[in-house]
């Protein structure tokens, strides 16, 4: 048979047990009275007395001792189990209690006085800290940015009102669930201080933070976003006006000389010997170039207006009397308005009308530069019911739209 190391082992002796307070307390003052009681009986049995006269005054002894170790074991252990409570109710975090006999140059009442000015400053703290709680959640809850905290199983512990905004879920349904189920994984596991693009309402791009803190001993992680879409796009349209900018300098420097050159080349047909067909194909070239470097350049202004265009006012804007307007201005083709449900939009309706003025007129322009281009150049293909398109495919014509 084997056998465990604890069978070589001596027991240990085990520590008696100690009484409690206040037997001690009680056995001590017992011993204090017992050699005077003893020296009592003794004195009074040598008494020539009567038993009876005897007997009464040891018994008058023996309950007046009683007495005084009664009022010393209340002295002595009253005031202590009113500290105990007081230490009890300050560790349950109630700071209400106070303790009695609190004076000075006592070594009880000293005592007493430490645990009140510790239930004090105990009573100061924890207002402050409650104050410092309810100012945070305050700043948390005001503050306009998505804040989300992660214990380390990514769940979600905390969120802010702009985060339910942007979840569109209220804290109790939030609170408990994982940063996979949320959408927010990217956000723990991109580098930190970088964009992520995140689907919530829209495609947005935001710039994540990450920082850590510990609740009562577990690490957590605190997620700040901010949504610098805004900023990006106001970014980028800046770029693209100064691109705009340096690229209608440049072009103008070149379309000038263009149609200088071919306005005067074609006013000087006019004193060549060539055929009649041939002055009339060079007039018909130079005047598509000169043509086309105006529109150009037109082009290019436009968009240099663009650039230059003051930042949008948005307010509520109605679309049908916007359309309505356009429509009645134009007067080269006959525009029809379509009618349907009332659309109101947050928009600049100045800059609103404007785009749609010009829609209007570019395409009444192409539709009166494409007429006049099938009419008099792809004439007998017209005629025919078909011509090539833009792309190099052949378009079919209804043989109701006869050229004028």
């Known amino acids: 048979m084997g056998f465990s190391p604890r069978d070589s082992e001596t027991p240990k002796r085990k520590k008696l047990r100690r009484a409690p307070f206040e037997r001690r307390i009680i056995r001590s003052s017992l011993w204090l009275a017992v050699p005077g009681l003893v020296v009592s009986v003794i004195l009074i049995w ?12 040891l018994l008058a002894q023996l309950l007046i001792c009683g ?25 349950e975090e109630d700071y209400s209690f106070r303790a009695r006999m609190a004076v000075p140059d006592d070594a009880l009442g000293e005592l007493s006085l430490e645990v009140n000015m510790l239930a004090d400053l105990l009573a100061e703290h924890r207002t402050g800290a409650i104050e410092a709680a309810a100012l945070l959640q305050r700043v948390v809850e005001e503050v306009d940015i998505p804040l989300f905290a992660f214990d380390p199983n990514e769940v ?14 209220a804290s109790p349904r939030l609170l408990g669930r994982t940063a996979a189920e949320l959408g927010l994984r990217a956000c723990l596991s991109a580098e ?10 829209s495609h947005a791009r935001w710039f994540v933070r990450r920082s850590s803190f510990r609740q009562r001993g577990v690490p957590h ?3 700040v976003l901010s949504d610098v879409s805004r900023a990006l796009r106001e970014e980028e349209r800046r770029a693209w006006q100064r691109l705009i900018r340096v690229m209608g300098h440049e072009l103008n420097n070149s379309l000038a000389p263009i149609k200088s050159i071919a306005g005067s080349l074609n006013a000087r047909l006019s004193g060549t010997t060539l055929a009649p067909e041939e002055r ?6 130079l005047g598509i170039i000169e043509a086309r470097a105006a529109s150009l350049n037109r082009f290019l202004q436009a968009y240099r207006q663009w650039a230059l265009m003051p930042a949008p006012i948005l307010k509520k804007s109605t679309l049908s009397p916007l359309v309505t307007r356009v429509a009645v201005l134009e007067t080269r ?9 009332e659309v109101t939009v947050m928009a600049d309706p100045d800059q609103l009308e404007q785009m749609l003025i010009n829609l209007v007129r570019n395409a009444a322009s192409e539709q009166r ?36």
């Open 369 to 404: 530069v494409c007429s006049l281009l099938h009419n008099k150049t792809f004439g007998q293909r017209y005629r025919s019911g078909s011509f090539p398109s833009d792309r190099g495919s052949t378009r079919r014509l209804s043989r109701t739209h006869k050229p004028s």
């Open 333 to 341: 083709i006959e525009v029809k308005v379509i009618p349907g449900p």
């Open 46 to 57: 040598l008494q020539d007395w009567a038993l009876e006269s005897k007997l009464a005054l």
């Open 156 to 169: 979600l512990r905390l969120v802010n009102s702009a985060g339910e905004r942007i979840l569109q879920q």
């Open 192 to 201: 930190n201080a970088s964009v992520v693009p995140l689907r919530f309402t």
């Open 221 to 223: 992680t605190l997620v």
């Open 67 to 91: 007495l005084i170790v009664a009022a010393l074991h209340d002295q002595i252990v009253r005031p202590l189990q009113t500290l105990a409570n007081v230490v009890g109710a300050l560790r």
């Open 280 to 285: 009339q194909d060079f007039e018909r070239g």
